[in-house]
């Protein structure tokens, strides 16, 4: 018996919306992992570029939001330069960070960082941070 497996059966909110904001289309991506080789974040990553991109094609939302992944990343677009395939991860990246926070599931808690940190941080970097990072 032979099982095909069709992106009908694959059809998930996440990649809907995710190709909605970045405007790119997640199974372009044949998973060659040149984004993750030369990824300059990657090791830092809990999940690499590849596998988010993986991740997106089978609908695995939790792994998605819950991953640093999408936080770590530099937006630097080396990986959107190496892909073959002409997909802008970058942008996947970027996309992934708006659904984020569209379901309030912000990275910092404002309460939480210690005055003294508040004190001897640029006031810059933390509008920056919070802008990128809170809903």
Same mark, same amino acid.
């Given at each position: 018996m032979q099982f095909t497996l069709k992106a009908r059966d694959l059809d998930s909110a996440i990649r809907r919306k995710v190709e909605e904001i970045s405007g790119e289309n997640v199974y372009a991506c044949y998973q060659c992992g040149k984004c993750s080789a030369g990824?300059?974040?990657?090791?830092?990553m809990d999940? @690499? $570029?590849?596998?988010?991109m993986r991740f997106l094609q089978v609908g695995l939302e939790e792994d998605l939001l819950g991953s640093n992944t999408p936080w770590i990343c530099a937006s630097c677009e080396i990986?959107?330069?190496?892909c073959p395939r002409g997909i802008e991860v970058a942008r996947?990246?970027?996309a992934l960070r708006h659904a984020s926070l569209r379901k309030r599931l912000d990275r910092i808690a404002i309460q939480? @960082? $210690?005055?003294?940190?508040?004190k001897e941080t640029p006031p810059i970097a933390l509008v920056s941070a919070f802008r990128k990072m809170t809903s």
């Open positions: 990824c300059p974040s990657a090791y830092a999940v @690499i $570029p590849s596998q988010i990986c959107s330069v190496r996947i990246m970027e939480g @960082i $210690p005055a003294p940190a508040i």
